[in-house]
């Protein structure tokens, strides 16, 4: 995994969870509610796969963010990640930190709504249980960690903690009723807590978490 070219490859997939039906788990739906159902359709929890990082990498890399001024791509500070947010709630302020809009800021509009991600190799992707905010993206952004705006550290300086929302993956433009999101436009990110709960099992005798 790296970007643009192979010379920057950070690591290696060693897991990634396979999709699932409704005859796995009852909250994937059995045709797409949003269009008429062209394709069958399966499901995740998260957009996320697990890695294996390349020898060479800087160990105080692990568990950290990179901080940069809100609507800036410029790197001025690291942030340990210290575990997971379990407080948000609607109407709760968030910032992520991607690679192409640097750190931006919003609030949480939806709270483990399930969404159509893609259509891709023959199937209607869904991902369940998905965080919605209003905080801006664009393209080069997805795997951007989302976390809590008022958890922000108060001073600048190395390892400052911050509390661990999501993972950023995509905006969609939702039009249904719940459970299948509200009306509106928003960047989705996969939980924190599912992200543990769905990686898990590809490592049974090592520990996942987000921490330093």
């Known amino acids: 995994m790296g970007q643009p070219v192979e010379s920057d490859t950070i690591g290696y997939e060693v897991w990634d969870p396979a999709l699932f039906t409704n005859a796995a788990d009852p909250n994937c739906p059995v045709n797409n509610p949003q269009i008429s159902g062209l394709y069958p359709v399966r499901c ?3 957009d996320a796969a697990l890695l294996i990082g390349v020898s ?3 160990p105080a ?3 950290t963010i990179a901080g940069t001024p809100l609507n800036d791509v410029t790197q001025t500070d690291s942030w340990s990640i210290t575990g997971q947010s379990t407080i948000a ?3 709760q302020s968030v910032r992520k930190v991607g690679r192409t809009t640097g750190t931006t800021a919003g609030t949480i509009r939806e709270i483990c709504k399930h969404v159509w991600h893609s259509t891709a190799s023959g199937y209607d992707v869904w991902m369940l249980c998905q965080g919605g905010a209003s905080i ?3 393209p080069g952004d997805s795997g951007a960690p989302v976390y ?5 550290p108060s001073g600048y300086g190395y390892y400052n903690p911050v509390m661990l929302q999501g993972i950023l993956w995509g905006r969609r433009i939702v039009s249904t009723t719940p459970p299948y999101g ?3 436009s928003y960047e989705y990110y996969s939980l924190a807590t599912m992200i543990v709960n769905e990686l898990r099992p590809g490592l049974p005798n090592w520990q996942l978490r987000f921490t330093r």
């Open 44 to 46: 995740r929890y998260t």
């Open 56 to 58: 060479g990498l800087n």
């Open 61 to 63: 890399w692990h568990g």
């Open 89 to 91: 709630g609607v109407g």
């Open 136 to 138: 801006s993206a664009n």
């Open 148 to 152: 809590m705006d008022d958890e922000w």
């Open 182 to 184: 509200t009306a509106g």
